[in-house]
């Protein structure tokens, strides 16, 4: 946590002014300009401001003025360091101390979203295995990286010196394996500054062509220099790394020792003392159209710690081996740019054996209860995902629409389809265990328990954006959504509308359309207020927003649709009986009383009659 004291000052910036020019001739140029209505004046007036306070750098009031233009947000403190500045200068001034203290509150409040956001960070990842990753856990904010212990304390600050595979999400491959974190920087190929003609870049910015891979130990400092094209994590005490020269494949160890020589066209880390490779065996040219082109032949492997081939040409591609098993394709067609038609991918053994008949289009690595995630193409519904044992067989009935991503053994499936949807969790052998929205329910109502506890509605927004997927302004509160359900919280944290809905969208005259219960290929519909009332059940194909106390809806089926309106007591106040209509505005709204290919288009009032 931040305390008063820990509040560096801000950085000082040196401006050149005329030394006949005294402080307060700058201070009241800056209070023109500040109130002139020209648009490229008034920017400028800050300028002046500075001037006059680096004439009198102890000028408190001057300091204070400087505050307004300063931001104070989550990742952004520097109003507050300007104001702790004037109040150190004039402690006595009660207008500068209530403003600062005010404004260290805010510190605060922000201190506390920083840790919920990192306490939520961790409990998210409880099937995290620290041992494996040195107790380190990387964690991103505002484009900077830190690294965690177990109980949410900031090890290592990176800051934004490294680029990682993907500074938003997580995977196993960005955090500290065996003692080493693998890092990306940028290479300026035009400067000299160093002797080999390159500088580093430290910047988010990333290009393939000038990046280069390295490693850091646990004090963040560059065990193996950050040299090679790319890499792998460290795995069983070894990296695989790509030269820049060659754009060759290798292994090095934990020292930056060559330990497999650069022979490889593509590597991939070790796991269970085996790795993937693929080594060209023939590069042949052609000429083609005026065109050079190269055809290579491979050769596909997984070789063990001492370069030795244990498993060989049965594959094209493979993938790490996981409690005993690696899954591998083989090519319809060998060698050509997609592979061919019908490719088959399977699992294999460590000693290369298929273990079961079947071949899918997607498969992901056997868990270590014997059960992994496949996929087949299906032309009319897509790719269609389901469990299956060791020997190819399913766990479950149907299949699920969408891949089961685990996290903690449990995933969010789509049992339903693209438009009748029902989710639910299951357990990593494929068991359905709860229904996913009475989780998610459950989940909200903890979050929103302890944001009732917060003092102002800023402070509220601040916490919940930290919490849920989404949250937007709405009415007196607000709209959230997490997963795939919505709900409402008012402006004092308190819960009008558990996060149990399909369906909610923002409030206009007090009202927004929601869906709750309705399914199906026609969903139902309905309108609840602020307060969580049910004014119209769900009865409508299509709702539109209140505008001038008035609701254009429709109702849909097989044999089509008809658009009316009605008040905000759900009483029809314009029968149905165009085919589209639009929302309310100054008192008229356009409707069409024909069709699609035969429109009959124009203007009606609030009672329904035609008008000019």
């Known amino acids: 946590m931040q305390s008063k004291a820990d509040c560096i000052e801000p950085n000082k910036k040196s401006i050149n002014s005329y030394k006949s020019y005294t402080g307060v001739n700058y201070y009241n140029t800056y209070k023109r300009k500040a109130k002139s209505n020209i648009d490229f004046i008034k920017p400028n007036a800050e300028y002046f401001l500075d001037l006059a306070i680096e004439k009198e750098p102890e000028n408190a009031e001057w300091i204070y003025e400087k505050a307004k233009f300063a931001e104070l947000s989550l990742y952004n403190y520097e109003k507050a360091i300007i104001l702790k500045k004037a109040n150190q200068i004039a402690p006595s001034n009660l207008k500068i101390k209530k403003a600062y203290d005010n404004a260290f509150k805010r510190v605060q409040f922000f201190e506390k979203a920083k840790i919920m956001a990192i306490k939520n960070h961790i409990e998210k990842r409880t099937d995290y295995n620290w041992n494996s990753h040195s107790n380190l856990m990387r964690y991103s904010y505002n484009n900077k990286q830190v690294f965690l212990d177990s109980i949410g304390n900031v090890v290592l600050d990176l800051g934004d010196k490294y680029y990682f595979s993907n500074n938003r999400f997580y995977n196993n491959n960005d955090e500290f394996n065996n003692g080493l974190l693998k890092v990306r920087t940028q290479v300026n190929q035009k400067s000299n500054n160093n002797r080999n003609g390159t500088s580093i870049v430290q910047s988010s910015y990333y290009s393939s062509k000038n990046s280069r891979y390295g490693f850091l130990d646990t004090n963040g400092k560059m065990k193996i220099e950050n040299k090679y094209h790319d890499a792998s994590s460290f795995s069983e005490g070894l990296a695989a790394v790509k030269d820049p020269i060659t754009n060759n494949w290798g292994y090095i160890d934990n020292k930056g020792n060559i330990k497999i020589p650069f022979t490889y066209n593509k590597a991939q880390k070790f796991s269970e003392g085996l790795a993937f490779i693929k080594k060209t065996i023939r590069d042949e040219k052609y000429i083609l159209g005026g065109n ?205 509308i558990p996060v149990e809905y399909k369906r909610l969208g923002f409030f206009h005259n007090g009202l927004a359309v929601y869906t709750k219960k309705s399914k199906g290929a026609f969903m139902k519909c309905g309108y609840i207020s602020e307060i969580g009332n049910v004014v119209v059940k769900e009865k409508y194909g299509e709702c539109g927003d209140f505008s001038e106390s008035t609701a254009v809806v429709a109702k849909v089926s097989l044999l089509g649709r008809k658009v009316g309106y009605i008040n905000i007591n759900g009483k029809t106040i314009i029968p149905f009986k165009f085919y589209t209509g639009t929302s309310f505005k100054n008192g008229r709204a356009q409707v069409n009383d024909g069709n699609f290919n035969k429109p009959n288009v124009y203007f009606i009032n609030t009672k329904g009659q035609k008008i000019n």
């Open 292 to 496: 050079l082109l190269r055809k290579g032949k491979y050769k596909a492997a997984y070789i063990n710690k001492n370069n030795e081939v244990i498993i060989s040409e049965k594959f094209d591609t493979g993938t790490p081996f996981k409690n005993g098993l690696a899954k591998v394709t083989k090519y319809a067609t060998n060698d050509s740019f997609m592979g061919g038609g019908s490719d088959k991918t399977y699992y294999i053994d460590n000693t290369g054996k298929r273990i079961n008949k079947k071949n899918y289009d997607r498969v992901k690595p056997y868990n270590n209860k014997g059960f992994a995630v496949v996929g087949n193409e299906k032309l009319a519904r897509g790719m269609r995902w389901f469990i299956v044992n060791r020997n190819g067989e399913k766990q479950h009935k149907g299949t699920f629409e969408n891949e089961p991503k685990f996290i903690n053994g449990i995933a969010k499936v789509n049992i339903g389809g693209l438009i009748n949807r029902k989710y639910v969790n299951i357990d990593d052998t494929g068991k359905i265990i709860i229904e996913e929205e009475k989780d998610n329910i459950e989940d909200s109502k903890k979050i929103i328990k302890e944001l009732s506890k917060t003092q102002s509605v800023s402070e509220l927004e601040t916490l919940l954006k930290s919490n849920f997927d989404i949250v937007n302004k709405s009415g007196n509160g607000y709209r959230i959504k997490k997963g795939e359900n919505y709900g409402f919280i008012n402006n004092k944290g308190d819960i009008i």
